[in-house]
């Protein structure tokens, strides 16, 4: 009996090893492996929550106009929060340091907005430098716009 219980431990364990990859983090790794060598390139989502009316929570992103930023933005919308923009900050750091957390308590975050250079992130090549702008507001009864802007930038001579 204990043996199948070890057994069945195992495979339990066996199955968090195998969970899918975050799909905002493989769609930054993308987004930042495509940048070509010598170039810029940048998304940038914008999030509402109540702006009044019957759809007030939502998402826009704009990937202006280059292929690989479109999965990034179909990422970003479909798997951020419209309610709380600091945890889609904490999501894109936790993407770019996996090896860190960044716990802040979110309920009792009303501001938070600065700019991140992070010179490498896990599964990126080295050559590409990710920007992470933020600006998390949270207002209660006026139209704040928290945005998250991620911009990959590759060496000119790729390494």
């Known amino acids: 009996m204990a043996g199948g219980l070890a057994l069945a ?3 339990l364990l066996a ?5 899918p990859p975050d799909p905002v983090c493989a769609a930054i790794r993308d987004f930042a492996n495509a940048t070509p060598p010598g170039t810029t390139h940048a998304v940038e989502m914008t ?3 109540f702006t009044g009316g019957l759809f007030g929570a939502r998402a826009e992103c704009v990937d202006g106009g280059y292929g690989p930023g479109r999965p990034l933005c179909k990422a970003l919308v479909e ?3 419209r309610e709380f923009p600091v945890g889609n900050v904490q999501h894109v750091l936790a993407c770019i340091h ?4 960044f716990d802040l308590p979110v309920a ?3 501001a938070l907005s600065g700019e991140i250079v992070s010179y490498e992130m896990p599964g990126v ?4 430098t990710l920007t992470l702008v933020f600006d998390a507001i949270q207002k209660t009864g006026s139209e704040a716009t928290p945005s998250l802007r991620l911009v990959a ?3 000119p001579a790729g390494r």
């Open 79 to 81: 798997h951020s929060s």
């Open 125 to 128: 090549d080295g050559s590409v």
């Open 153 to 155: 930038r590759r060496d």
């Open 9 to 11: 431990g195992a495979a």
């Open 98 to 101: 996996a090896d860190r957390r």
């Open 47 to 49: 999030t509402r929550w």
């Open 15 to 19: 199955g968090c090893a195998t969970a």
């Open 108 to 110: 009792n975050v009303r």
